[in-house]
């Protein structure tokens, strides 16, 4: 039984070894992505218990992503093997500042069949008992009307076994528009605690101009329902709107060089979701949430970079203080 569980399509992605337009890129690198397996895999390294829900084809890349999350440690039971899809692809550009362009192979694959069956299946199993956390992502719900209803069925079980249930918006435009999207993920985000988002995704959500302070769009969230909401501001860190209206603000660690910026936001994620299970206060989960961002984006590949408990504790002692004066 693990402390926290997650559910999500995982996928074999292609990352191009040079920087410039996907057009032009020939040569790609095989990483296993998917940003819920990005937060698990992080989480696991940073010494907590987690376990992924999902599904892969029978095929190769299937193979490679069950090896890579059991090699971090991820428990992989509630990952299954679907005989009669594919794994899902991808392929993107590298460049060190987004938007990054990708192309997804992905309709019809086996993650995108995930459904509230499964959820079903890994509850009856116990994947829920003792758990303390459950972190879902608006990716999934738009993924297929099944996936949708995984995702729904996981936060209702989650919610009555008294976990602490987070949402990461992760609007993907090449899967839905945002007049699709908007009412499925203010649903989702009315029956969680915590919501991350960009101020373009809280603003989708609170049906607000993208340009408005962050703290507003964060305040418009947090009237949603969920009681913090974590405005992710990429090179200008993150602010944190906890109910009670304490806003906080964290500023980013400088980065000298950014190798790849895909999977900053799940890493950061997976520190702040640690740092909560660790109990620590607001402010020192979006710390450890922004050092752990830091250290993904200089290094390629969504999981790469992901730091253990170490490695954590030594950026936060060396930079962290200097970031955050
Ligand atoms: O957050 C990084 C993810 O976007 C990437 O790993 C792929 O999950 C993915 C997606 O659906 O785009």
Same mark, same amino acid.
């Given at each position: ?165 987070s949402l990461d918006v ?24 915590v919501v991350f988002g ?32 974590v405005?992710k ?29 895909? #999977? &900053?936001g799940?890493?950061f994620c %997976? =520190?702040f979701? /640690? +740092?909560?299970? $660790?109990?620590?206060? *607001? ?9 752990? #961002? &830091?250290?993904?984006?200089?290094? %390629? =590949?969504?999981? /790469? +970079?992901?730091? $253990?408990?170490?490695? *954590? ?13």
């Open positions: 039984m693990s402390e926290v569980v997650t559910l999500g399509e995982c996928l074999a992605s292609f990352v191009a070894t040079s920087s410039g337009p996907l057009a032009d890129a020939v040569a790609f690198e095989r990483f296993v992505a998917g940003a819920e397996a990005n937060v698990a895999a992080g989480l696991a390294r940073l010494g907590h218990s987690v376990t992924y829900i999902g599904r892969v084809g029978v095929d190769r890349f299937g193979t490679a992503i069950v090896r890579k999350l059991r090699g971090e440690g991820v428990d992989v039971r509630h990952l299954a093997i679907d005989p009669d899809a594919q794994t899902g692809v991808m392929f993107r550009e590298r460049r060190s500042l987004g938007p990054i362009d990708v192309v997804y192979h992905r309709a019809g694959s086996a993650g995108s069949r995930l459904s509230a069956d499964d959820i079903d299946a890994a509850a009856a199993a116990g994947a829920f008992e003792e758990a303390r956390w459950l972190h879902l992502t608006g990716i999934t719900p738009a993924l297929s009307p099944e996936a949708r209803m995984a995702t729904t069925r996981a936060r209702e079980l989650a919610r009555a076994a008294g976990l602490t249930v992760n609007l993907r435009r090449r899967l839905w528009s945002d007049e699709s999207a908007r009412p499925v993920v203010r649903e989702l985000a009315s029956g969680v605690d960009s101020p373009d995704e809280l603003a989708v959500l609170a049906d607000a101009d993208p340009a408005a302070d962050p703290a507003e769009l964060s305040a418009a969230v947090h009237a949603l329902g969920p009681s913090v909401v405005a501001l990429g090179a200008d860190g993150a602010l944190g709107f906890e109910a009670g209206g304490t806003v906080v603000r964290v500023a980013a660690l400088p980065v000298a060089t950014i190798i790849d910026p895909v #999977g &900053a799940d890493a %997976a =520190g979701i /640690a +740092g909560r299970l $660790d109990g620590v206060d *607001l402010e020192t989960a979006i710390r450890m949430g922004n050092a752990c #961002g &830091a250290m993904a984006v200089a290094a %390629a =590949g969504d999981q /790469a +970079g992901l730091p $253990d408990r170490a490695e *954590l504790g030594r950026v936060l002692a060396a930079g962290g203080a200097d970031a955050l004066r």
